[in-house]
């Protein structure tokens, strides 16, 4: 038997013997004792609408959405030009093997001094790949819902697994610090994070399928609403 194997058996059982009290400790410590829908009051099912509002507005931000695209070629600035120079995600994500992203993109943005156009940089700084696009871009909110869940789409997260994504990813911090002057996404990281873990506590309540009309559009970012960005 490998090693592997040997270690996540001792682990397997470390979990078995916490029994129920420590497991619920345990669950308690990550902060996600997630609730099944069915349980939840209707105040308690709207709360956890509300708050992936709050979700929705982020991830429908332009420094998110560029790259969450149901295209092929990344996006830029807020209006969602297509990405010069004929960028393409690639087999992986990553760009062709000729040119990959991080022929230009680094690991961090570079100095003020490169000036306010130069590539900017996080680790791992790439499209989702092509299998699983997890597509925020021109979605609805029930539809973004459905996927930011669903582990066939989201690259086989859990919601344990997408709070640590969210509040840790450096690609995701950096749509708070994104260089040049390119508008940082409004919501404090914080209080995305925040409702972000309420909405999963409360086993992640979408919106219905068509909002109402008064229902703003979540990536209008100061500007008029209605108009969706061009998909490329
Ligand atoms: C040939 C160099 C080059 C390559 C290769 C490249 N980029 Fe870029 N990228 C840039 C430059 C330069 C900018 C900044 C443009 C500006 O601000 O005027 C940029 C900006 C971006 C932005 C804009 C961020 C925003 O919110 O406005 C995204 C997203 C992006 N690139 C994604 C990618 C991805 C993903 C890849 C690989 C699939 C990639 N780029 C490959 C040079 C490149
Ligand atoms: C440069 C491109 C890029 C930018 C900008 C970007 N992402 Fe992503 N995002 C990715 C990639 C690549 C993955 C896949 C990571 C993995 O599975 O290893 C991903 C995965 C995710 C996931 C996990 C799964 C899913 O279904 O969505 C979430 C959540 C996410 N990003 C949120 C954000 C948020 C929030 C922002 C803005 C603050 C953001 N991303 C900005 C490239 C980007």
Same mark, same amino acid.
């Given at each position: 038997m490998s090693r592997r194997a040997t270690s996540s058996r001792l682990q397997l #059982? +470390?979990?078995?013997?916490?029994?129920a009290g420590g497991m619920a400790a345990l669950v308690a410590a990550c902060g996600s *004792?997630?609730? *099944?829908?069915?349980?939840l009051s209707p105040d308690e099912l709207n709360q956890g609408v509300? #708050?992936?509002a709050t979700v929705q507005k982020v991830l429908q931000h332009p420094r998110c959405q560029n790259c969450h695209i149901p295209g092929d070629a990344p996006l830029q600035f807020d209006d969602g030009q297509p990405h010069a120079q004929g960028i393409l995600r690639g087999p992986d994500g990553k760009g062709p093997p000729g040119l990959p992203c991080s022929s230009c993109h680094g690991t961090e943005n570079p100095p003020e001094s490169y000036g306010p156009h130069a590539p900017p940089g #996080?680790?791992?700084w790439a499209l989702p790949p092509p299998e699983h696009k997890m597509v925020t871009l021109g979605v609805s909110g029930a539809?973004?819902? !459905?996927? /930011?869940? &669903? =582990?066939r789409e989201n690259g086989g997260k859990d919601f344990d697994a997408l709070i640590e994504h969210v509040s840790q990813d450096k690609l995701v911090l950096w749509g708070w610090s994104p260089g040049g002057n390119r508008a940082p996404v409004p919501v404090p990281h914080a209080e995305f994070v925040e409702q972000?873990? /309420?909405? +999963?506590s409360l086993g992640g309540p979408c919106p219905p399928p068509s909002p109402? =009309? &008064?229902?703003? !559009?979540?990536?209008?970012?100061?500007?008029? !609403?209605?108009?969706?960005? +061009?998909t490329n």
């Open positions: #059982a +470390a979990l078995l013997l916490l029994g *004792s997630t609730r *099944s829908l069915s349980s509300t #708050a992936f #996080a680790p791992g539809e973004l819902c !459905a996927m /930011l869940k &669903d =582990p972000f873990k /309420l909405w +999963a109402p =009309p &008064d229902v703003p !559009a979540p990536n209008a970012v100061g500007a008029p !609403a209605a108009t969706p960005p +061009a």
